[in-house]
């Protein structure tokens, strides 16, 4: 009876969890409007790199995977007000939410799909440093100009991308056929749109320039020799 009660306010516990987490999260137009009240704090969760290429403005940054940076930071935020937090895709700025609530903060609001969404619905961003994306011409040319293409949707930021790079390197000295094509997840924005990419790393495979196999996370040498060599 005892561990049927335990199991039962656990998954209770869970779903309650699960619901408010659901219910902090805003798409980009109820973000905008939050943002727009005085009285709120903008709390950008990723990199200083990834700050510098473009931000909401009045954002306070903290990067969330650094334990230390972020700690120090989010200590001077006001406890009473609302904060908005956003990362690049979404992942990031709910697992800073979850560890904000549980520092004591409790007006919190995370943005659905990141930076990448806001900058879909065209908002404003200051700091954009100019850059020029991979047209869908220019990928398909590529993806045809040989016949086994594995596509690396990543960032230099992006701490299971940086986790994969030896994995691709093995990959790649034991399937030398294939061919790799890096899309920038921050800067390539159309390509992301147009393969539904909101999260990082994603990896899709093209034999002679038709998607054959694609997955999202971090992946291990095994899967990506299978994968290529089937």
């Known amino acids: 009876m005892k561990h049927f009660l335990y199991l039962f306010f656990s998954i209770l516990t869970l779903s309650s969890c699960s619901q408010s987490a659901k219910e902090n999260t805003v798409d980009a137009a109820t973000f905008e409007k939050g943002i727009a009240e005085t009285g709120i704090q903008i709390l950008d969760v990723r990199t200083a790199e990834e700050f510098k290429t473009g931000h909401i403005k009045n954002a306070l940054q903290a990067n969330y995977n650094n334990t230390k940076e972020f700690k120090e930071r989010v200590q001077y935020l ?15 700025s709910e697992y800073a939410m979850s560890e904000l609530k549980e520092m004591g903060f409790t007006k919190l609001f995370h943005l659905k799909g990141g930076i990448s ?51 691709l390197t ?14 920038d997840g921050g800067v390539d924005l159309q390509l992301m749109e147009q393969f539904k990419v909101d999260a990082l790393p994603v990896f899709i495979i093209f034999k002679n320039g038709q998607q054959v196999w694609r997955k ?15």
């Open 170 to 183: 093995e990959v790649l000295q034991a399937v030398p056929q294939a061919k790799l094509l890096n899309v």
């Open 216 to 230: 999202q996370g971090v992946v291990s040498a095994e899967e990506l020799k299978l994968a290529l060599t089937k």
């Open 78 to 92: 006001n406890k009473d007000q609302p904060i908005y937090i956003y990362c690049l895709s979404g992942v990031r």
């Open 117 to 167: 969404a806001w900058k879909r619905s065209n908002k404003p961003l200051e700091g954009i440093t100019k850059t020029t994306q991979m047209t869908q011409v220019e990928f398909q040319q590529k993806i045809t100009a040989d016949n086994l293409v594995l596509v690396d949707f990543g960032a230099d930021w992006c701490p299971p991308c940086i986790k994969m790079k030896p994995i």
